[in-house]
C-alpha cells in the first residue's frame, strides 16, 4: 500500500516523465505487433494507457476543459471497437482524428505548461520530449488519415501494399520532424505533401522557440541573486508586462 503511495505522488509530481516512458515503450511494442493479435493487444493497452496519462497531464494544463477529456475518451472508445474486430474505414478514420486531437491537445497543453513558468524544474525538462513526441504521434495520425481518405499518398520502395504500417509512418513523421530527413517514404498526394511541409514547419519552430526557452529559464535560474532579483522585478513590473 505504501508502495503504491509513493507511486502516486512520484507520478503526480512528474507526469511528463510517465508520459514519455510510455510512449517509449509504444514505440518498442512496435516492433512486436506485426502478425501477433496478442502483441496487438498489448501494444493497444500500452496505448490506452497513454490516453489516460494524457489526461492527467491535460488537467494539470491550464487548458484543461471538457473538450480534452472528449478527445480522450473518443479515442479510446473508437480504438476499442477497432480491437474488437470493427475496422471499417470510417471507423478508423474517426480513431486517428480522435487521437490526433488528443495528442495534439495535449502538447499544446504542455506548451502552454512549459511557457507559464520563470523556473526550469524537471518535470518541465521530461514535458518537452514528451512534447516532441506527442507532436510527432498527432501528425503520424494525421498521416494514416490522409493514405484512408487518398489511396497511394505515400510511395514505399520497400513495401508494394498502398497502405503504409503505422511504424513507416511513425519513422515518416519523426523524420521530418527533426529534419534529418531519413526516412524512405515518400508524401506523393498533395495533402499528404501539405502535411508533411506543415510537420517540417512545427519541427523548426519548435526547436527555436522551446529549446530557446529553456535555455533561458536555465540561465535565469544560475543568475547572480541580486541580478535574478533585478530581472524578477523587471518581468513582474507592470509596465513590462506583454500587451500592456
Known amino acids: 500500500m505504501m508502495a503504491l503511495i509513493a507511486f502516486w505522488r512520484g507520478f503526480q509530481r512528474l507526469p511528463s516523465a510517465w508520459l514519455l516512458l510510455v510512449q517509449l515503450l509504444i514505440l518498442i511494442l512496435a516492433l512486436l505487433t506485426n502478425g501477433s493479435s496478442s502483441y496487438r493487444a498489448l501494444s493497444w493497452s500500452v ?29 479510446f472508445s473508437c480504438s476499442l471497437l477497432i480491437l474488437l474486430g470493427y475496422t471499417s474505414v470510417p471507423l478508423q478514420i474517426m480513431a486517428y482524428s480522435f487521437e490526433a486531437l488528443a495528442y495534439f491537445y495535449a502538447a499544446y497543453g504542455l506548451l502552454r505548461y512549459m511557457f507559464a513558468d520563470y523556473y526550469l524544474t524537471r518535470d518541465e525538462l521530461f514535458a518537452a520530449g514528451a512534447t516532441f513526441t506527442l507532436i510527432a ?13 487518398v ?3 505515400f510511395q514505399n520502395p520497400n ?24 526516412s524512405d517514404l515518400m508524401p506523393l498526394s498533395p495533402p499528404a505533401r501539405v502535411l508533411a511541409m506543415l510537420q517540417m514547419f512545427c519541427g523548426v519552430m519548435y526547436l527555436a522557440l522551446v529549446v530557446s526557452r529553456l535555455v533561458a529559464l536555465q540561465y535565469i535560474a544560475h543568475l547572480p541573486s541580486q541580478q ?8 513582474e513590473h507592470p509596465t513590462n508586462k506583454k500587451g500592456s
Open 47 to 75: 496505448g490506452v494507457l497513454a490516453l489516460l496519462i494524457i489526461a492527467k497531464v491535460i488537467r494539470q494544463t491550464p487548458i484543461f476543459t471538457v473538450l480534452g477529456l472528449i478527445f480522450v475518451t473518443g479515442a
Open 228 to 235: 535574478h532579483k533585478e530581472h524578477t522585478e523587471w518581468t
Open 159 to 182: 513495401q508494394l501494399s498502398a497502405l503504409q504500417s503505422w511504424l513507416d509512418l511513425l519513422f515518416l513523421s519523426f523524420s521530418l520532424q527533426s529534419a534529418t530527413g531519413l
Open 137 to 149: 504521434w498527432g501528425f503520424a495520425f494525421l498521416y494514416n488519415i490522409c493514405q484512408l481518405l
Open 151 to 153: 489511396p497511394e499518398s
